[in-house]
């Protein structure tokens, strides 16, 4: 690995205002977050992205959620990885998990992709699934709601507030990746 590569970190969600407060949308949301910390905004990349350049701990960084519908979130975020030639083992993706509790994080390198759709789109694009992970926890569904329809529904009132803290974690965490092992960060952010 070139320690002068860019690390990319990409944020997992839909697309539009109608989907922008779902559950589904924490990844993007992660990014959108950073993006204010940096005090950048994101812009249209040919990718099939939002993206931006930004330094995190001093390291080059690249931020981006991609513009097309989750399950289609591999073409983009391969193209990015091309276009600023990117290395696997600098690829961090921040997701949605169900079989994490609400608020909870969890990081990882490969594994499964436990029936999320954006996961199997990326590993199937980038061809490996040994890309790290920011795990973001929303909880199993309630009763018998289908998980794929509880995905796409809205943070509810409390745990809005919740994400008030969530987010800002999740982006420490990401960020603290780019500079330290999965271990040591483990170590901090599973300790939470």
Known sequence: ????????????????????????????????????????????????????????????????????????????VAGLMRFFKVPLERLIVIHDELD??????RLKRGGGEGGHNGLKSITKSVGSKDYLRVRVGIGRPPGR??????????FNAAERKELDFLVPDAAEAAELLTTKSLSDVQNVIHAR
């Open 1 to 76: 690995m070139t320690d002068d590569a860019p690390w990319l970190i990409v944020g997992l969600g839909n697309p539009g205002p109608k989907y922008a407060g779902n559950r589904h949308n924490v990844g993007a949301m992660v990014i959108d977050r950073m993006a204010h910390d940096a005090g950048t905004s994101l812009r249209a990349h040919k990718a099939g992205a939002l993206a931006a350049s930004i330094r995190l701990a001093g390291q080059p960084a690249i931020i981006a959620t991609p513009t097309s519908y989750m399950n289609e979130s591999g073409g983009p």
């Open 100 to 105: 994490i509790d609400f608020a909870t994080l």
């Open 145 to 154: 709601m289908d998980p794929a329809a509880y995905v796409l529904k809205d």
